[in-house]
């Protein structure tokens, strides 16, 4: 059964099986004893840290490990506020930064300090130049992450990281998703990332710290990892990720040009096979192995189920697939369609018949939940001027809203109005992303008398 979910967590590399089991026989001992078990394990978490620090790119002293890449970003970002707040209490973020950066961001505006979130465009990108705009003197701590999480666009680290150096900012980078795949680029002042990312066992972080970079660890003191992640390590975990991250850097040049291939395949052959599709996410600049896509008139949940009954397994951002039925916030934040949202990430080792198979039961699957949902209760129309038309569609979830939209579309002449009203917040994004797609005018939104908010929309084809 094909797993296309590696983004969330990547199949365990048989290096790191092979590390794990042999650290578990030479390194269950305390590394900081000094009888000959604990000199034993202690050569073990030597070894591993210089490893990590090669591919990260930083010396083994500016390098910790910790329990998970999220604890790693807390603590990364804690403590960067910390040492630096005397400079200000400013946290700069861009809006599509991975949860443990935006919860890390809610933390600290909960204690009073200020979060300011740079946008960005469709593809999911900074600008750079409104990145630098938005550092300040009382910039305390940037964050941008090196690959997005979601869509695989790839964020400008570099020029980024010259604008922080200029104004004198250090530069925290979230680098999970791309760490396994090459190096980040230099400039950043802290890195943060989770070993089950590239291959390696769940509950191993790593963050690095630049020396020279005013960091006060927050929490009780504890001798451990330079006091930056307490507690007993553990060592065979840490030895398997340190040894899958060099195995998969040594790989990752001929499997990310192998990979890439197949997603290109997958690019330019789901908006063939299936109409009514967005495929989001920089087409160039993104990792090699991750594409997303969105159909329209699809409930993401469904789609998932039926692909999971397939053999396939794949993640979406989509509302559909939430309880809380709010679109991803990068999504959201990159104002694309976001209904029948689905992320494919391949591991390595994916092969040109697992995808072919993806592609093959991809467009059947999309066109039975669209049958399925094709004929809901027909909403409620209500009768107003010949060129508008009121489309009651509150109560109804992603992706309905936008499906009683494109129904009676054509029943006003060109340059009518059909206006929805929905309560679903999934509809901010997909009615005006509907209307891009078919070359209809997004009017706007306003509240609605009725509640929920009405959506307007203008007939121009």
């Keep these: 059964m094909p797993y296309f979910d590696a983004a969330s967590a990547a199949p365990l590399h048989p ?12 390194g269950w001992a305390d590394p900081a004893r000094l009888y000959r078990e604990g000199r034993r394990a202690r050569l073990l978490l030597d070894a591993a840290r210089e490893a990590a620090a090669e ?31 005397r400079v200000g209490g400013l946290l ?16 600290h505006a909960a204690g009073g300090g200020e979060v300011a979130e740079v946008p960005v465009g469709r593809s999911g990108a900074v600008d750079p130049e409104v990145y630098a705009a938005a550092l300040d003197s009382r910039t305390a701590l940037a964050c941008l992450q090196s690959a997005n999480h979601e869509v695989g666009t790839e964020q400008p680290v570099a020029e980024v990281a010259e604008a922080c150096r200029e104004a004198g900012v250090p530069l925290l980078v979230d680098a999970a998703q791309s760490l396994g795949w090459g190096p980040v680029p230099a400039g950043w002042s802290l890195l943060a990332a989770s070993a089950h990312k590239w291959g390696g066992p769940a509950g191993v972080g790593l963050l690095a710290v630049r020396k020279g970079v005013r960091f006060a660890p927050q929490g009780p003191a504890d001798e451990r990892e330079s006091g930056r992640a307490p507690g007993f390590e553990n060592l065979p975990a840490i030895v398997a990720a340190a040894a899958s991250l ?12 192998r990979l890439r291939d197949l997603v290109d395949r997958i690019r330019a052959r789901v908006p063939e096979l299936v109409p009514d599709v967005e495929v989001v996410g920089d087409p160039v600049r993104r990792l090699p192995h991750v594409v997303t896509f969105s159909c329209l008139y699809v409930d993401g949940e469904t789609l998932l189920h039926e692909l999971d009954r397939e053999g396939f397994s794949v993640s979406s951002g989509s ?15 990159m104002g694309v369609l976001s209904e029948g949202n689905v992320r494919v990430s391949l591991p390595a080792g994916t092969t040109e018949e697992e995808v072919d198979g993806f592609l093959a039961v991809l467009p059947g699957l999309v066109a039975s939940v ?3 949902l094709g004929a809901p209760r027909p909403a409620t129309v209500s009768a107003g001027p010949a060129d508008a038309l009121l ?16 129904k009676v579309i054509g029943d006003v002449p060109v340059g009518g109005t059909v206006t929805v009203l929905s309560d679903d917040e999934a509809a901010r994004l997909d009615i005006p992303a509907w209307c891009e797609m078919r070359g209809q005018e997004y009017v706007g939104a306003q509240p609605s008398s009725h509640g929920g908010t009405a959506y307007t929309v203008r007939r121009l084809t």
């Design 15 to 26: 290096v790191a099986r092979q590390a794990l089991l042999a650290a578990l026989d030479e």
């Design 55 to 85: 591919a990260v790119g930083c010396r083994p002293d500016e390098l910790v490990f910790t329990p998970s890449g999220t604890r790693a970003v807390h603590a990364g970002v804690a403590g960067a506020l910390a040492g630096r707040r």
């Design 92 to 107: 700069v973020v861009s809006a599509v930064e991975h949860s443990s950066v935006l919860h890390a961001g809610q933390t």
């Design 246 to 257: 060099r195995a998969v850097r040594a790989e990752a040049a001929a499997e990310a040009a």
């Design 319 to 333: 509302s559909c697939t939430s309880s809380t039925l709010t679109p991803s916030h990068v999504l959201r934040a």
């Design 370 to 372: 669209r049958d399925r």
């Design 391 to 406: 489309v009651d569609a509150l109560g109804k979830r992603c992706p309905i809203p936008v499906i009683e939209l494109a």
